[in-house]
């Protein structure tokens, strides 16, 4: 493959500490993986109630100069000692019980030390001098902190500091942590007196945990060619099959491909919202839908389509999760998603001593079955951080937060760019729309006409409408054309985007 020629670099995120730390890593010469590692890194200490080094794990998709796509898979496991019904029925929202293995300090280090070229303590400087000089929330952390105002975890975990409308907030227990791996290394997280306590904690609500269930969740971490799929004129990659959203994904972006710009119309929109439905019944309607191998995904995705919506409930959750985009002067690419779980501050729950806030992973397997590998039963996600190279040499990175609907809204923005005639930034802003039955489809009545709402009718039982709140963070983007220039697409909705450009002349 030709040689990209250098151009600018560019990061996004969900804050604005998280972008300056990818900023800071591509001044100093880290490449795209350095950059996404210290972008989440800061993320974890500055959207705490969307992501932290507690998380329950994510994947990262990595798309080299040459053009190979790779994934990083830290997508989170159950306890090993939990029997299989226990995970059908675990209640509490709050605490152990709730908790999976946290994977995203091992997801980082292995992305880190495959495809970075700076060391985990140069990558996490940002984070600590964040957690120790304090942060002021963006609108979603204020949210969030007003609804657990006077939870013990807080107490454990943060220190506030309001004045007005603005809020700050501090984390020296975790700014200690931080130093210790930047000392250390990551693998003190599992080897130190951490999995100690973990363990403890774990036996604190009644169940069985030992300290090497813990030091083991490195193991657990896979680093292998992302899937692909080629669709019209360009190569796809995103999350491995039947763990994430990826799935859904491809379907619903090949089909958008043969409505082109027919979604700038109410009809073509409609037709896309109905093609959606179409693929979340298969995958999760039909025997063994959610499995797939790699060559089959072709068949699967013809198959998807084939078929008709099924019936059944439209879910409500929404999805607390952080997305980030980076991109080198040499036109190295990552995205990468990663989350807490369900709920704001995950488990609300914090591993003693450490300022450690953990994950509420227990709800993934009460909606899909495990994925089992390696003696180990993976949760299912709907992350789905996607990486784009069309026939003319363009590059795009994109993901976003919204627990169910991230393949649906991913697919629909990159599909209005790369067929619909939209620009990069009005593909970001253009309205929602999410189906999984015929019974019932959903839009951002905001941002559509009312002829998009008629022509859903035609479709479907019922349609609902839905505001930025169903997703809790925001979309964001990265075009890189062939010369070299970047383009950002940043989420304009009140839980907004952040995201900036490095020119080469200034890094």
């Not at 800071?24 to 590692?37: E, H, K, M, S, Y």
Request: proline share 7%; glycine share 12%.
């Amino acid at each position: 493959m030709t040689r990209l020629p250098r151009g600018e670099a560019a990061v996004t995120g969900s804050c604005a500490t998280a972008v300056d730390a990818g900023e800071a890593i591509l001044r100093a010469g880290g490449n795209a993986v350095d950059a996404a590692v210290a972008t989440a890194l800061a993320a974890c200490v500055a959207d705490p109630c969307n992501t932290g080094i507690g998380g329950y794990g994510g994947h990262m998709v990595v798309l080299t100069p040459e053009g190979e796509g790779w994934c990083v898979d830290f997508d989170t496991f159950a306890p090993p000692g939990l029997p299989d019904d226990h995970l059908r029925r675990v209640e509490s929202r709050i605490g152990p019980a709730v908790s999976t293995m946290p994977c995203v300090v091992a997801g980082l280090a292995a992305a880190l030390t495959r495809f970075g070229r700076l060391d985990w303590a140069s990558v996490s400087s940002p984070a600590i001098h964040a957690a120790e000089a304090g942060v002021e929330a963006n609108p979603t952390t204020r949210a969030a902190f007003a609804q657990v105002r006077g939870r013990d975890f807080v107490g454990e975990a943060f220190r506030l500091e309001e004045s007005g409308d603005r809020l700050v907030f501090r984390q020296p227990a975790l700014a200690e942590t931080l130093r210790r791996m930047a000392q250390d290394g990551p693998g003190w997280f599992y080897d130190g007196p951490l999995a100690d306590r973990a363990a403890d904690s774990w036996r604190s609500a009644g169940l069985s945990l030992d300290a090497g269930d813990w030091q083991a969740i490195p193991d657990s971490v896979g680093i292998a060619p992302s899937p692909k799929l080629r669709i019209a004129d360009a190569d796809i990659w995103s999350g491995p099959l039947g763990a994430s959203g990826s799935l859904c994904l491809f379907g619903i972006l090949a089909a958008a491909a043969d409505i082109g710009e027919g979604l700038r119309t109410p009809d073509g929109l409609a037709r896309l919202t109905e093609a959606m439905a179409s693929v979340w019944s298969h995958r999760f309607g039909t025997p063994a839908g959610n499995a797939v191998d790699p060559a089959d995904l072709s068949d699967w995705v013809w198959r998807a389509r084939s078929g008709q919506p099924g019936s059944g409930p439209r879910p409500g959750d929404v999805g607390h999760t952080c997305h980030l985009n980076t991109l080198d002067h040499d036109g190295m690419m990552v995205a990468m998603t990663l989350t807490h779980g369900p709920f704001w501050f995950g488990g609300r729950w914090v591993l003693p001593g450490t300022g450690v806030l953990m994950n509420a992973g227990m709800p993934l397997f009460r909606w899909a079955d495990p994925v089992r590998r390696d003696g180990r039963r993976f949760g299912v996600t709907n992350l789905a951080p996607t990486l784009v190279r069309c026939d003319d040499g363009t590059r795009f990175a994109a993901g976003t937060p919204g627990a169910r609907r991230i393949p649906g809204i991913v697919a629909m923005t990159l599909a209005r760019v790369l067929w619909g005639g939209f620009s990069l930034p009005d593909a970001v802003s253009a309205g929602r729309l999410h189906a999984e039955s015929r019974d019932s489809a959903t839009l951002e009545r905001a941002r559509h006409e009312p002829a998009v709402e008629a022509a859903l009718a035609e479709r479907f039982s019922s349609v609902g409408a839905e505001e930025w709140t169903q997703y809790y963070g925001p979309l964001t983007a990265i075009r890189r054309d062939t010369g070299g220039t970047a383009e950002l697409g940043l989420d304009d909705r009140d839980g907004p985007g952040y995201g900036r450009v490095i020119s080469e002349s200034t890094a």
